[in-house]
């Protein structure tokens, strides 16, 4: 027994050391040059795409006409453009009479890049690109043919806006470029590519106006990039979590969004922008909190009607943030706060219910989160049903039940509605979560644990940071801005940009015309 147990751990370690010598081999392979032999060339391509299992790999063998010299093709089937190869490249290359011309005059492609290297040509290719080896040369070119299948241009799902554009970045990378670069026609406006990942060679683009965005901002990114070791960073949702400062912070310092227009508004404000392929938005950095609490459509809404909704919506998040705690802390502890009449109507709906204050209003913050998610993971025309359904029954039945008691049922309501007012969701989630929190500590102290908890809260808040730049600028510490916080001033009246993000150019139009707009 003990013999084959040896045995069976020493073909294991074998095992082990076969793997790491095949991946020892593979890194070594890829790091070599292009040889001048195009059979030797095919053949480290054969054997690091495993050919035999790649059922989309193909390697097309011709003679190029002419010169007579032995090529080939390799390409994705899946990722390329098949009659952008048939016409620009195969088509051109047989039917060349000229022994003399190069091969860039020979093609009719657009964008041809001299690989010299196993790994670039490998990545070309897994970017979608046809790779020519030429029998003699010790290049390869990689061809632009890039045919990924993804979506089109469609409406945004999460920030709905009722006046406004209705376009929302998609998976191709290609599209969220043109969205971006169709509403800034500048020179400067950059997409500078970072690799993020070493197995699966994921790129994320660094957005930014070259003419504005401060330098010591890219550099940190940059290198907060270039320094990531993982294996694979697929969106720009994972892209965040290694990126922000916080992560286990209840408050989001990097404001996701899939919104091109909002994307081009931070960018002329000198903010910095990160996309990827395969992502259907984009990250906004630095963010601080007004960036989370203002919405798409204020832009859009004329001046009264925006700050109208901004006040609306500041008092949606006090309501949300502290109903439930108030009403723990109020029948707890501070009864006599309450008129005489409605103490009595409390006292008659609580008779029969055997709960105190703390676990009645746990219990149906707790139903009305199940609710809220069940209703996000079912397909849509089920969901609203579940809603809507399925509060008016719980309620309902809970009542009738003794187990809660009306007004309970009303604060939970009028709460949950509350936090809906709030269009981003990482905010939403901050605010939900902590307002366990004050219900547990109104149910401890009373307003006395209410109002600690709301200055520790403070506190917190006041010494975040989103990448050097402070989460209530710019109004603690102040900062020249426009001023655009809780509530918004005329267009014609903003004349800074955000200081707390050091642009290189921070007025956005002379103070002289500034001056004759006033008057």
Not at 53 to 58: E, F, G, R, T
Not at 392 to 407: R, Y
């Amino acid at each position: 027994m003990m013999k084959s147990f040896l045995k069976k751990l020493f073909s294991q370690s074998q095992d082990t050391i076969d793997e790491q010598t095949t991946e020892d081999e593979s890194i070594a392979a890829k790091e070599q040059a292009i040889s001048g032999r195009l059979q030797t060339n095919v053949e480290r391509v054969e054997t690091l795409y495993h050919v035999n299992k790649n059922i989309d790999l193909i390697i097309r063998h011709f003679t190029i006409g002419g010169t007579k010299k032995n090529a080939a093709l390799i390409f994705y089937s899946s990722t390329t453009d098949q009659t952008v190869i048939e016409m620009q490249i195969l088509r051109p290359l047989l039917s060349n009479r000229d022994k003399q011309t190069s091969i860039k005059n020979i093609l009719t492609a657009q964008s041809i890049i001299p690989c010299h290297k196993m790994s670039d040509l490998l990545r070309e290719i897994g970017n979608g690109n046809t790779a020519l080896l030429i029998d003699g040369e010790v290049k390869a070119y990689a061809i632009n043919t890039t045919k990924f299948q993804g979506r089109s241009v469609e409406k945004p799902e999460n920030e709905v806006v009722l006046r406004g554009p209705n376009e929302a970045f998609n998976e191709n990378i290609e599209a969220s470029m043109s969205l971006i670069r169709k509403k800034i026609k500048n020179e400067n406006l950059i997409f500078e590519a970072v690799p993020v990942s070493k197995r699966s060679h994921n790129v994320a683009y660094i957005t930014y106006l070259h003419d504005l965005t401060n330098e010591d901002l890219i550099a940190r990114i940059k290198k907060q990039l270039s320094e990531l070791d993982v294996d694979a960073v697929p969106n720009t949702s994972v892209l965040e979590h290694y990126i922000e400062e916080r992560p286990k912070s209840l408050f989001p310092s990097i404001l996701y969004t899939e919104r091109p227009d909002r994307v081009t508004d931070f960018i002329e404000n000198g903010h910095l922008v990160l996309i990827m392929d395969n992502s259907p938005a984009a990250l906004i950095l630095p963010a601080t909190f007004w960036s989370f609490y203002h919405s798409s459509e204020d832009n859009y809404n004329r001046f009264l009607n925006t700050n109208f909704t901004r006040i609306l919506r500041l008092i949606a998040l006090f309501i949300s943030l502290f109903i439930a705690s108030f009403y723990v802390a109020v029948t707890t502890f501070h009864s006599e706060m309450i008129p005489f009449e409605l103490l009595m109507a409390i006292v008659a709906t609580r008779e029969k219910v055997p709960f105190p204050p703390l676990i009645e209003v746990f219990l149906m913050q707790i139903a009305f989160e199940l609710i809220r998610e069940a209703g996000l993971r079912v397909p849509m025309p089920i969901g609203s049903t579940i809603g809507i359904v399925g509060a008016l029954i719980l309620g309902q039945a809970a009542v009738e039940a003794n187990i809660v008691s009306p007004i309970v049922v009303i604060i939970v309501a009028l709460d949950g509605l509350s936090s809906f007012a709030l269009s981003d969701m990482s905010l939403n989630f901050a605010i939900r979560m902590l307002r366990f929190i004050a219900i547990l500590s109104a149910a401890l102290f009373g307003f006395l644990g209410i109002v600690f908890f709301f200055i520790i809260l403070l506190f917190y808040l006041v010494s975040i940071t989103s990448f050097g730049v402070p989460y209530f600028a710019p109004k603690t510490p102040h900062y020249p801005s426009s001023q655009n916080t809780y509530l918004r001033d005329l267009f014609k009246h903003e004349i800074f940009r955000p200081g707390y993000v050091k642009p290189k150019d921070i007025t956005k139009k002379p103070r002289d015309v500034h001056e004759q707009s006033k008057t």
